[in-house]
């Protein structure tokens, strides 16, 4: 089974940065997508990011440009760089497989708190 473990949050002012991490236990890691998923406050959970085994990448527009998403095959983990945050993105943010959300059981995840 896998298990998915989030770091990284935490509370910024706009125009900040964090990254976050996904470490997966598992040995299926290096040939899922990965997605980076986000719940809003009154909103339902979207996919913010996914990357694919082969590393191809892609983007919601809302956070084109600002966030990168990479992974680390060798150390099982994903990341998610997040640049010039703005309050609309203050969420928890969760990993799971980037074409069948919820495949995978959910982790905790990882609140980020942006302020203005």
């Known amino acids: 089974q896998v298990q998915l473990a989030e770091s990284g949050g935490g509370t910024v002012q706009s125009g900040g940065s964090l990254k976050l991490s996904c470490v997966f236990s598992?040995?299926?890691?290096?040939?899922?997508?990965i997605g980076w998923y986000r719940r809003a406050p009154g909103q339902k959970r979207e996919q913010v990011a996914a990357i694919s085994s082969s590393g191809f990448a892609i983007y919601q527009d809302s956070v084109q440009g600002r966030f990168t998403i990479s992974r680390d095959n060798a150390k099982n983990t994903v990341y998610l760089e997040m640049n010039n945050l703005k309050p609309e993105d203050t969420a928890v943010y969760y990993c799971?497989?980037?074409?069948?959300?919820?495949?995978?059981?959910w982790g905790q995840g990882t609140q980020v708190t942006v302020s203005s």
């Open positions: 799971n497989d980037g074409d069948n959300p919820g495949r995978y059981y």
């Open positions: 598992g040995s299926i890691f290096r040939n899922n997508p």
